[in-house]
């Protein structure tokens, strides 16, 4: 039903003045020290300001944080200034997949846009790749980064959609098929399970349905993390779906325990008005056809609302018709666009 995983992205190509013409200095590394970590933060920060959109995926800020796997490259391009060296652009490169192959996002810092940093980092990414062989996410469908990708004999290859919803229109009632019933995540008992029902309900979608138990713990120690919003199908005591919600914008801070006695009461700080997100929806194949995804994203809508949410967001594959009806049907319309370019 969702997609488990956002995407990263070329630069989006915002009309900005070109920075002045400072030498540039391209660096190679395998792992990054704290200091270059919050430098590639503060990129990441100007860069999404700049744009409206955040260029790296959250898998990508993620092996940022916590170190990622070891076989990852950073590509670091900076401009030498009279007052120091600055971050002009950063690329990443994840070449773990030995299905899919190497995959790659990038930014740009508004200030050095028109200065071909965008070409120098992809053309250091491809370099470090065993066959030039390449996939390249880009956030938003930007006629910029379109030029660039073909520019570099890159093909557009997938679409994914991002889709919204306000969560002040009405929303029906979860219809949960009989003999299933719903529960919150519970944290030290249900982890083990979950991955195995995540392989199971995701298996064409390696992306997604490949998570390990480590994958799914890094994702509970960020500040989003809630289990009051990771709700779980049962059916005779055995896990059979799922719906993860997100809050984007804001950091929730959860009192009580959630009982009938005890509800959660959440206090969302933000900057800006927050967003929650149907994160990842997955049911086991046994209970496909009838009706439990639907009822599951229902269900967390309402959680969503529930703590003050205005809107709610997405992402789905622009080839998966059956999961864009549904979501259609439940007041979402089309967005955004991410796509993939791949050589």
Not at 10 to 35: C, F, I, Y
Not at 42 to 59: C, K, M, N, Q, W
Not at 172 to 186: D, I, K, Y
Not at 292 to 304: D, E, I, M
Request: charged letters at 25%.
């Amino acid at each position: 039903m969702g997609h488990g995983v956002g995407s990263g992205g070329l630069p989006a190509g915002t009309p900005v003045t070109p920075g002045p013409a400072a030498p540039l200095r391209t660096e190679v590394l395998t792992r990054l020290d704290p200091v270059e970590v919050d430098r590639v933060a503060l990129l990441i920060e100007r860069v999404t300001e700049a744009d409206g959109v955040r260029p790296l995926s959250e898998h990508v800020m993620l092996h940022l944080r916590y170190g990622g796997d070891y076989d990852v490259r950073h590509v670091l391009v900076w401009a030498d200034e009279p007052t120091g060296e600055e971050l002009a652009g950063y690329g990443h490169l994840d070449v773990t997949d030995p299905v899919e192959g190497p995959s790659a996002e990038l930014a740009v810092s508004p200030r050095y846009r028109r200065r071909h940093v965008g070409r120098r980092i992809v053309e250091t990414l491809l370099g470090e790749t065993s066959d030039g062989a390449m996939r390249l996410w880009a956030h938003g469908e930007q006629a910029a980064s379109g030029r660039l990708a073909r520019a570099m004999g890159f093909q557009r290859t997938r679409v994914l959609w991002q889709m919204r919803r306000s969560l002040y229109a009405p929303l029906p009632r979860p219809a949960l098929p009989p003999g299933v019933s719903l529960r919150t995540f519970e944290v030290g008992r249900d982890e083990a399970e979950w991955v195995r029902l995540n392989a199971r309900a995701f298996v064409e979608l390696p992306d997604q349905g490949g998570w390990t138990e480590q994958d799914l713990c890094r994702r509970m120690q960020e500040p989003w993390f809630d289990p009051h919003g990771f709700l779980v199908a049962e059916r005779d005591g055995r896990m059979v779906g799922f719906h993860w919600t997100k809050v984007h914008g804001g950091e929730v801070h959860v009192h009580g325990d959630g009982g009938a006695d005890d509800p959660p009461h959440v206090h969302l700080e933000h900057g800006h008005e927050p967003i929650g997100e149907v994160y990842v929806v997955g049911v086991d194949p046994d209970e496909q056809g009838h009706g439990l995804g639907r009822a599951l994203t229902v269900a967390g809508l309402q959680h969503l609302r529930g703590i003050g949410l205005p809107a709610a967001m997405l992402y789905v594959d622009a080839t998966n018709i059956p999961a864009i009806r549904v979501y259609e049907g439940l007041g979402f319309t089309r967005w955004d666009t991410d796509v993939l370019y791949r050589r």
